[in-house]
């Protein structure tokens, strides 16, 4: 037993972003998550999405072509022993498939029907094909990560995919079970990335009602306007982020900056701009690691920037475990961390164990398995 979702059931029906990540989110938690892939046809596309992903980590994978009736006759099977289901097809195509909510829950009615999609299961942009960049560029997202006089840049596909889609619709699917134990009914959850997107902006939100947020991109706090919430790059080509918001934090990064506070005013907006050239002046005198020795241990919110190969050896990193090698790969810990039961990257029961457990035949699990 291991993680505080012991015990819990999850149909996942494959699929690529945000719900193998909502899977993967439960499956490290301890859930019991079992995977439906399509049959292989031989050759992939060579794609990113045909290629191996340690988001499919922890658990099991089941074979099941969904275009056949005993196939789908098998996952209502599945479903009835299941807590929850997780699916990203677009709108109407389960429903198409003979496995929308109306059917799985007529099977199972205490099961939370996850759904996760870009724009929503209705709206005029509902049936709209679309990808991360998408969703966060309607959300209004976006547009706000903007520098001055540049593009919009786009954070990687975070923001859309896995935070505002893949973690929404894991604390959906949770909501859904709490609420199924107190009412004995399941429900459908209706994840949309845009929405979810949205909701990762309220703070935001909040500053530009209260006056705090300018409407032009790039001049405000957290947004590259400020001279002390920023990037700059150091000697040697590196970079050092700087966080000094609080004053006892900017007062602190002055000093190891070896500035005259007098000069460097924190909030005079009108100077930002001029006071970001000095501040990146000071940076180019030194290394990267130079500056990291001096501010990581030092009260000023300044951190070195690190690469995805670098962060899993710094040392605070190491210490803590965020990073654990799996399958011979390198990758993230789960997380949050739990005092009594502590999720792990678990390794699947061998597949006739795992399947047996679902209620498969052994001649089913023989066909079946992957």
Do not use: Y
């Given at each position: 037993m291991t993680g505080p979702l012991h015990g819990l059931k999850v149909i996942e029906v494959g699929s690529i972003g945000p719900g193998p990540f909502a899977a993967m989110m439960l499956a490290d938690m301890g859930a019991e998550v079992l995977r439906l892939v399509r049959p292989k046809t031989g050759a992939g596309s060579g794609s990113v999405v045909d290629s191996p992903n340690i988001v499919y980590r922890g658990r099991a994978t089941l074979s099941v072509d969904l275009k056949r009736d005993e196939d789908r006759d098998l996952v209502l099977r599945l479903a009835g022993s299941a807590d929850a289901l997780i699916e990203g097809f677009r709108p109407g195509v389960m429903e198409r498939l003979g496995l929308g909510p109306e059917t799985v829950l007529a099977s199972n009615p205490r099961l939370v029907y996850g759904r996760v999609t870009g724009y929503g299961q209705d709206g005029p942009l509902a049936m709209v094909p679309g990808h991360d960049i998408n969703y966060i560029s309607i959300a209004g997202v976006l547009g706000a990560i903007t520098r001055r006089g540049e593009r919009p840049m786009f954070p990687l596909n975070l923001v859309g995919d896995f935070g505002g889609g893949g973690m929404l619709l894991a604390f959906g699917i949770l909501c859904g079970l709490y609420e199924a134990r107190i009412s004995g009914q399941g429900q459908v959850v209706d994840a949309a990335m845009v929405e979810g997107t949205a909701l990762l902006a309220t703070v935001v939100h909040g500053l530009r009602a209260s006056g705090h947020w300018d409407g032009e991109p790039g001049t405000n706090l957290l947004d590259s306007g400020a001279h002390f919430y920023e990037v700059y790059e150091t000697a040697d080509g590196g970079h050092i982020a700087v966080g000094a918001i609080e004053p006892q934090f900017y007062e602190e990064l002055?000093?190891?900056?070896?500035?005259?506070?007098?000069?460097?005013?924190?909030?005079?907006?009108?100077?930002?701009?001029?006071?970001?050239?000095?501040?990146?002046?000071?940076?180019?005198?030194?290394?990267?690691?130079?500056?990291?020795?001096?501010?990581?241990?030092?009260?000023?919110?300044?951190?070195?920037?690190?690469?995805?190969?670098?962060?899993?050896?710094?040392?605070?990193?190491?210490?803590?475990?965020?990073?654990?090698e799996a399958d011979g790969v390198m990758q993230p810990a789960p997380a949050p961390r739990f005092s009594r039961t502590p999720p792990a990257i678990a390794d699947p029961p061998p597949a006739a164990e795992t399947l047996s457990a679902w209620g498969l035949a052994d001649a089913e699990i023989a066909a079946r398995a992957t």
């Open positions: 002055l000093r190891v900056m070896e500035l005259d506070p007098s000069e460097v005013p924190q909030w005079d907006r009108a100077r930002w701009p001029e006071l970001k050239q000095r501040f990146a002046e000071v940076f180019l005198g030194r290394t990267r690691d130079d500056w990291a020795k001096v501010l990581e241990t030092a009260n000023a919110c300044a951190t070195p920037v690190l690469g995805l190969e670098d962060g899993p050896r710094h040392p605070h990193n190491v210490a803590r475990q965020t990073f654990v």
